[in-house]
């Protein structure tokens, strides 16, 4: 049987790393990518015993980097069977008139853009091929904008108009177009949000239960365990305390 290739931007932390996990239990080959090597060698580590385990190290705001690093492929790993965009994150939660320029562009560097690099160099194979699936992890912040909130709503605003317009330019070529749009994650998201603020970040998951990485990854796994015919296309995921990126409601502590 043909293997079947799981490529995950992010598989250092978070959504992207329980993907990993969850995709190599499904029999995915998996192909992690990140900034942090030693977090990618330690993955291979992690994974189900025998994972056919590739990994590659690159920022995604590098065009370059990013196409270099998938031109190195082996051979055996060039065709891939799902692209998990995954990769990013907001930095800062600012007001419009005091938010920094450089936050906005790590956000729209890397939430937009550099989901657009991972995929222009993805994606011909795909339609070469006329098979594949993507899947792109927007947010509800791409479905709503919250105070303060801004560029981070902005970007995932994109990344939500992006897939549905892979949607259809891949239409003719039967491959599979799918966003997940989480709310709220207990992951290192909030770490990276306010800058390494442990007791701010651990602030915004208190006096509820988030959702965990792996409730994402498990919707990857369903998702990509669908017959031919069937795509979810758009989904968004909550945790039971949170209707809407503003109203969540919290135990009293
Ligand atoms: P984490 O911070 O835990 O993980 C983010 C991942 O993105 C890391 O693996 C990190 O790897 C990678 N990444 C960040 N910047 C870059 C970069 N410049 N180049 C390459 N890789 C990068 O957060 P989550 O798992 O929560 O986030 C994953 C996705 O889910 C993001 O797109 C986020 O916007 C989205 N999301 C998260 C929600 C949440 O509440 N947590 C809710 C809704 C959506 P490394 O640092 O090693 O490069
Ligand atoms: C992450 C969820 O509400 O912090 O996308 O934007 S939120």
Redesign the pocket.
């Known amino acids: 049987m043909e293997k079947k290739i799981a490529f995950i931007?992010?598989?250092?932390?978070?959504?992207?790393?329980?993907c990993a996990h969850y995709l190599a239990e499904e029999g995915f080959a998996i192909i992690g990518?990140?900034?942090?090597k030693e977090?990618?060698e330690a993955l291979q580590k992690e994974l189900p015993k025998g994972t056919p385990y590739h990994f590659l190290v690159?920022?995604?705001?590098e065009k370059d980097a990013v196409y270099e690093a998938i031109d190195s492929l082996p051979a055996e790993w060039q065709s891939i069977t799902v692209l998990i965009?995954?990769?990013?994150?907001?930095h800062g939660l600012d007001p419009i008139h005091e938010g920094s320029e450089e936050d906005w562009d790590?956000m729209m560097?890397?939430?937009v853009k550099?989901l657009l690099y991972v995929s222009k160099r993805i994606i011909p194979g795909m339609v070469e091929r006329k098979a594949g699936q993507i899947i792109n992890?927007?947010?509800?912040?791409g479905k709503e904008v919250y105070p303060k909130g801004n560029v981070?709503c902005g970007s995932?605003h994109a990344?939500d108009a992006i897939t549905k317009g892979m949607r259809l330019d891949l239409n003719p070529y039967g491959i599979k177009v799918m966003a997940i749009?989480?709310?709220?994650?207990?992951?290192?998201?909030?770490?990276?949000r306010f800058k390494g603020n442990d007791e701010k970040a651990a602030g915004v998951y208190k006096g509820f239960e988030?959702?965990k990485?792996e409730d994402?990854a498990d919707l990857v796994r369903y998702a990509v365990t669908r017959p031919p015919h069937v795509v979810l296309a758009d989904v968004i995921i909550l945790p039971t305390a949170q209707a809407s990126t503003t109203m969540l409601h919290k135990k009293e502590s």
């Open positions: 931007t992010g598989a250092t932390s978070g959504i992207g790393k329980a990518c990140g900034r942090r977090r990618l690159f920022d995604v705001r965009n995954n990769a990013g994150n907001a790590a560097d890397i939430n550099g992890i927007g947010s509800t912040a981070y995932k990344v749009n989480p709310g709220l994650v207990d992951t290192e998201f909030s770490l990276v988030p959702l990485a994402v």
